[in-house]
């Protein structure tokens, strides 16, 4: 039998996965993998182009595995692959205007799935469940000092 704490983290687990699920059955849509779209994503967000090296050791994986995934998002012209100026060696990797919009598409999914999510709350609900899971991460966070 689930106490109410164990119910209430039930629940919020579950809808986060259905959360996640949701969205990565969307950004499927658009014809890219799960790994693609995440090297993608952190690619957008830096302000310069890193190597593959870094990327790697950013996603905890191999060269060779960083070296696959690569590979294909180069093919597909999502990404570009360009020498580094200071060390011939390595490849700086950076997003292509392709690569963009599908990581504009995809924002767009995300947005459009959180929306759903809290489709029939009202303002004032947002707002405290806001307060609740701030709440939440700062007694979390106490607990780990």
Do not use: W
């Amino acid at each position: 039998m689930k106490d109410k704490y164990s119910n209430n983290v039930h629940l919020m687990m579950s809808a986060l996965k259905l959360h996640r699920s949701r969205c990565e059955q969307l950004v499927g849509q658009l014809g890219i993998h799960h790994s693609q779209h995440r090297l993608l994503m952190y690619l957008a967000r830096l302000p310069s182009a890193p190597s593959q090296k870094d990327i790697a050791k950013e996603f905890g994986v191999s060269y060779a595995a960083v070296a696959v995934t690569i590979k294909k998002l180069e093919t597909s012209g999502y990404i570009s692959r360009t020498t580094d100026d200071k060390d011939m060696r390595q490849n700086r990797i950076q997003i292509t205007q392709r690569g963009k919009e599908i990581i504009d598409k995809s924002c767009s999914i995300f947005r459009s799935v959180d929306k759903s999510m809290f489709k029939g709350f009202s303002q004032k609900q947002l707002n405290e469940f806001e307060n609740y899971l701030l709440k939440i991460e700062k007694n979390l966070s106490d607990e780990e000092r």
